[in-house]
């Protein structure tokens, strides 16, 4: 708008030069006319148009490729980004989840994902009360998967966990007299041998002994009770009802760290960061479960319950590992990403050493180099501070279990064995107790990382840096209160600018970092999947890419059907594209209209002007298809280092269009003069009933 405002000054200047050359050929009514045709010619009226048929082009471009755009306006500002924000389920790592072991047994993925679970419904069918039954109840119940014409609609996660019992979804139909409210019922797929078995006709007496067969008719469970998963709590639990024997459990299943916090320390197995680590530091995904009984209740306590009378005093479970691969196209995008000198980052709400293994796999994080986890613990004044975990490159979940098959490790094994490594139960201020002996673990745990040993932040770029979210918003805090030490501070904003792994991450640090980096890097992009909890993120970025069509697609500017990080490099091309012909759309029309206002002024001082059919000609046959052709200028195949500029008025802007303008000019006063000078030159007489034509009219109008 002020190179505009700048152009609209021209006409005025052009015509107070001209008047008084007009006031003596022209009426006032003509006068009026030639002084409005000064502004069309300075200020093109086509030039808005022509200035967004590059936006326009790459839309059309864009939606060729299955990416789709509610606000084409930050196309230009994706061809800016500089830092990009990933999520990873779904956007860095494959939507589908796969068990890489049950709940009991830590087997191989390369092994039959199925048999786990049989051999759990087998424990759970003879050994109805055990820890085995309450594994595979919980991977039944606790869930919040709904069923709609055969298809579930839910969590991946939930929906492959449920897949592997081989249990089915029942309608409820709630009668009167029912006095507890069944919100859905889960029943077992049986087949024609169980069928028969259960009708009683071909019934061993020692599977009665065993207690397998207690009735007629096989156990179901009744979902009586919800509470959907929380971010912030990082759990979700739910009342089920046996139909059996009318037992109630409360089944709880969240993240590791959680469960531990809320679990009877008594059931917890004295190895279990041990294993969990070896589990996370392989990028699997691990949930771990718990349950209490409830041996008293009604209706009206069912109805009336809150979940913090159930998610407490827990028993553990065990865990469920699941293996979430990382897509083909997502190494490939972050290398060309990176080729290109953008930042590439990583938020996700698993754990802290899943994520890292994960973004190792990514590139996102370099393999060879160390990586030092910044965690929030407790000290011994109950206050929080900043611990770090030092991470090396480590060996396989496939080694680990090589080394360890002729000791497997289920629940009964994991309950005997007695090593612990203070890891994630730091992140809420709660410390093993078995801690203190343990000085083997504790070497990777540090009070200080070596550059806030040695007070030099710059050795930070040395290594690679993730972060939970409660140390990110514990640091954030830090370095926003004004008391903080100075070395602190700038070591914290120091950190947080080399990180590239954040984990743990609720929808509120997403979004608190998604500002955070907006200060640092002018443009930035948020790439998230289909969780309405990223929404905050998608909001808060300059542009945010959906590869989803749910609830995230919503407030994110673009949506992309191609579900992998590729689509997203289409679009930072056709965003640089869109600027870099926009830019060169609005130069050429800048210097056309300041070739034609010399040219039109030049004429006006001799009492002269173009015709009507050359400025027919200039803009049918210059202008338009010059602009159109412009902007249709696709994208190069590959992201440069170097980003278009980001600024119209600009001094390479400027500087390109003043010297075009510049050499112009002195080609038509050059030539004007030179044409005089010519021995058949007649000179033009202004008289008004004459035509336009002339030997001045017919030079510029050529050279222009």
């Given at each position: 708008m002020k190179f505009v405002g700048v152009l609209s000054i021209l006409p005025v200047i052009g015509f107070l030069a001209t008047l008084h050359i007009s006031l003596k050929y022209l009426a006032t009514k003509d006068i009026i006319f030639k002084g409005l045709d000064l502004i069309t010619v300075t200020v093109p009226p086509a030039l808005p148009a022509a200035m967004s048929?590059?936006?326009?082009?790459?839309?059309?471009?864009?939606?060729?490729?299955?990416?789709?755009?509610?606000d084409p306006k930050r196309i230009d500002v994706a061809g800016r980004v500089k830092t990009i924000v990933f999520d990873k389920t779904g956007t860095l790592t494959e939507d589908s989840l796969q068990f890489a072991a049950s709940p009991e047994w830590n087997k191989t993925a390369s092994e039959k994902k199925s048999s786990d679970v049989k051999e759990l419904a087998s424990a759970a069918d003879h050994n109805n009360g055990h820890i085995e039954a309450k594994a595979y109840e919980c991977m039944i119940t606790c869930h919040s998967i709904a069923q709609v014409s055969?298809?579930?609609?839910g969590d991946p996660l939930d929906i492959e966990m449920f897949k592997a019992t081989k249990w089915r979804i029942d309608e409820v139909e709630n009668s009167k007299e029912s006095d507890i409210v069944e919100l859905a019922r889960f029943e077992p797929e049986l087949n024609e041998e169980e069928i028969a078995r259960y009708d009683g006709t071909k019934i061993d007496n020692s599977e009665i002994e065993m207690g397998k067969i207690g009735s007629n008719e096989p156990a179901s469970f009744s979902l009586v009770k919800r509470f959907d998963f929380s971010s912030s709590l990082q759990r979700m639990s739910v009342l089920s009802l046996n139909t059996q024997n009318k037992t109630l459990n409360a089944f709880v299943k969240g993240s590791p760290e959680m469960i531990y916090s809320l679990s009877k320390q008594a059931s917890i197995p004295n190895d279990f960061f041990d294993v969990l680590e070896k589990y996370t530091k392989d990028g699997l995904?691990?949930?771990?479960?718990?349950?209490?009984?409830?041996?008293?209740?009604?209706?009206?306590?069912?109805t009336e319950c809150k979940r913090e009378q159930i998610e407490c005093d827990?028993?553990?479970?065990?865990?469920?590992?699941?293996?979430?691969?990382?897509?083909?196209?997502?190494?490939?995008?972050?290398?060309?990403?990176?080729?290109?000198?953008?930042?590439?980052?990583?938020?996700?709400?698993d754990n802290?050493?899943?994520?890292?293994?994960?973004?190792?796999?990514?590139?996102?994080?370099?393999?060879?180099?160390?990586?030092?986890?910044?965690?929030?613990?407790?000290?011994h004044n109950h206050k929080f501070d900043i611990k770090w975990i030092r991470i090396d490159k480590n060996e396989s979940l496939e080694d680990y279990l090589k080394e360890h098959e002729a000791h497997p490790h289920s629940i009964?094994?994991?309950?005997?064995?007695?090593?612990?490594?203070?890891?994630?139960?730091?992140?809420?201020?709660?410390?093993n107790p078995t801690q203190e002996n343990n000085d083997e673990a504790d070497e990777d745990i540090l009070e200080k990382a070596p550059w806030e040993q040695n007070g030099n932040t710059a050795v930070i770029k040395n290594y690679d840096i993730a972060i939970t979210g409660n140390a990110f918003e514990l640091m954030m805090k830090t370095i926003k209160l004004k008391y903080t030490h100075e070395e602190i501070r700038e070591s914290y904003k120091e950190v947080i600018a080399q990180a590239k792994v954040y984990a743990r991450m609720s929808p509120d640090h997403k979004a608190m970092?998604?500002?955070?980096?907006?200060?640092?890097?002018?443009?930035?992009?948020?790439?998230?999947?289909?969780?309405?909890?990223?929404?905050?993120?998608?909001?808060?970025?300059?542009?945010?890419l959906s590869l989803s069509e749910a609830e995230a697609s919503i407030a994110a500017p673009f949506t992309s059907k191609v579900p992998n990080i590729s689509s997203m490099i289409k679009l930072l091309r056709e965003g640089r594209t869109s600027i870099v012909t926009s830019f060169a759309v609005f130069k050429f029309i800048a210097l056309y209209s300041m070739i034609q206002f010399i040219t039109v002024i030049m004429l006006y001082a001799l009492g002269a002007n173009l015709g009507d059919w050359q400025y027919l000609y200039i803009d049918l046959f210059i202008l338009i298809p010059m602009s159109i052709t412009m902007s249709r200028t696709g994208a190069h195949k590959t992201l440069s280092k170097v980003l278009p500029l980001g600024e119209l008025i600009?001094?390479?802007?400027?500087?390109?269009?003043?010297?075009?303008?510049?050499?112009?000019?002195?080609?038509?006063?050059?030539?004007?003069f030179i044409l005089r000078t010519q021995g058949w030159f007649e000179s033009f007489d202004p008289n008004p009933d004459k035509d336009v034509l002339s030997y001045e009219n017919t030079t510029l109008f050529l050279l222009s």
């Open positions: 048929a590059g936006v326009v082009f790459a839309v059309g471009r864009l939606r060729k490729g299955n990416i789709f755009s509610i055969n298809q579930f609609i995904r691990v949930l771990a479960f718990g349950y209490k009984e409830i041996s008293q209740f009604d209706a009206g306590w069912v827990l028993t553990f479970i065990g865990f469920m590992v699941m293996e979430n691969k990382v897509k083909s196209e997502t190494i490939p995008s972050i290398k060309k990403l990176q080729a290109a000198e953008i930042d590439t980052i990583m938020a996700t709400g802290g050493l899943t994520a890292v293994a994960v973004g190792r796999n990514c590139n996102i994080i370099n393999p060879s180099r160390t990586c030092f986890l910044a965690e929030r613990v407790k000290d009964s094994d994991i309950r005997e064995r007695a090593r612990s490594v203070h890891r994630l139960s730091s992140i809420d201020g709660y410390e970092l998604v500002c955070h980096l907006q200060e640092h890097s002018k443009y930035m992009i948020s790439i998230e999947e289909m969780e309405p909890m990223t929404v905050k993120a998608l909001k808060a970025s300059d542009v945010g600009s001094f390479q802007n400027l500087a390109s269009v003043i010297s075009q303008i510049v050499i112009q000019a002195s080609f038509q006063v050059t030539i004007f």
